[in-house]
């Protein structure tokens, strides 16, 4: 089987490329059929298996292994028995009632709607783990671009995100809501939509430090846990959002660790903006 799948994909690679394929035919009792032109195996007749490329077949025989039909379409007797699997790519295949099957009749089209919607589905997935790979590049950059710009807002992160994780929570979902609504309300406003975009800007600038805080947290576990003597910040800080974007790039676990890490982000970036104004 395994034999038969790689002979499948590398036959499907070339199927635009080859107008005609051209082999050597040779039926016979118990041997193998590779052919160019139309094929019949009658009724009675024993065939090992069935390579067909650009042209038609029908089987009203018997066949021990797979029969296998590239740019071409195949028809199946009700005498016909193909002890295995029947692949037709790029054709159509008939099936009369009484054929017999033994492993499954698989019919891959190759039509200009199938190779659209595969191109189409091949592209947005291209697109997805594109976007998806620069946005975890540029949240690497931009933690490291924090701790060595303003390494004290990130210390000041780290710490809330340690000492009062869940007033980051419920001071997170507040902002995000109060955020929304906001830039929500500009954007019907036309003179609003520049405010909106710049406050916009400003809570991913303050998501971004909670992120570079929450990379600190998550170096320095993983500095505990491995019994390092890392001191470096920008080392730490590094590992951590490494740690963190593997997190975020997980199938379905992604988006629901995205929304948490946003939310404990800027809760703990608000507080710091809140004990700033206390201060002052």
């Known amino acids: 089987m395994n034999k038969t799948i790689v002979i499948i994909v590398l036959l499907v690679g070339l199927l635009f490329s080859l107008p005609v394929a051209v082999f050597a035919a040779g039926p016979g009792l118990g041997q193998k059929i590779v052919a160019y032109q139309e094929t ?14 650009g042209k038609d077949g029908i089987i009203a025989g018997q066949v021990n292994d797979e029969v296998i039909v590239i740019k071409g379409s195949l028809t199946l007797k009700s005498s016909a028995k193909v002890a295995d699997r029947v692949f037709v790519i790029g054709g159509d295949i008939k099936q009369e009632p009484g054929a017999q099957v033994g492993k499954g009749v698989f019919n891959i089209s190759t039509s200009n709607a199938t190779v659209n919607s595969f191109m189409l589905g091949l592209v947005t997935f291209a697109g997805i783990e594109l976007i998806k790979l620069v946005l975890s590049g540029s ?16 210390e000041n992160s ?11 929570a419920i001071l997170g979902i507040l902002g995000l809501i109060c955020f929304g609504l906001l830039i929500a309300v500009l954007t019907k406003l036309l003179w609003g939509i520049p405010l909106a975009v710049s406050i916009l800007l400003l809570l991913i600038v303050l998501i971004i430090i909670g992120c570079t ?3 600190l947290v998550f170096g320095e576990l993983f500095k505990k846990g491995l019994d390092s003597s890392l001191q470096s910040p920008l080392i730490i800080t590094a590992i951590g ?16 660790w995205a929304v948490i890490v946003i939310i404990f982000a800027l809760g703990a970036t608000i507080q710091i903006l809140f ?5 002052d």
């Not at 780290?158 to 980051?168: D, Q, R």
């Open 213 to 215: 805080g929450m990379s």
């Open 241 to 256: 959002s490494l740690l963190l974007v593997a997190l975020l790039n997980l199938p379905i676990v992604g988006p629901i």
């Open 158 to 168: 780290a710490a809330k995100l340690k000492g009062a994780m869940f007033k980051s």
């Open 275 to 279: 004990k700033k104004k206390a201060a």
């Open 139 to 154: 949240l690497i950059l931009a933690a490291l671009i924090v701790i060595l710009v303003a390494p004290a807002a990130a």
């Open 40 to 53: 019949l195996v009658p009724e009675g007749q024993i065939v090992k298996n069935v390579l067909l490329v």
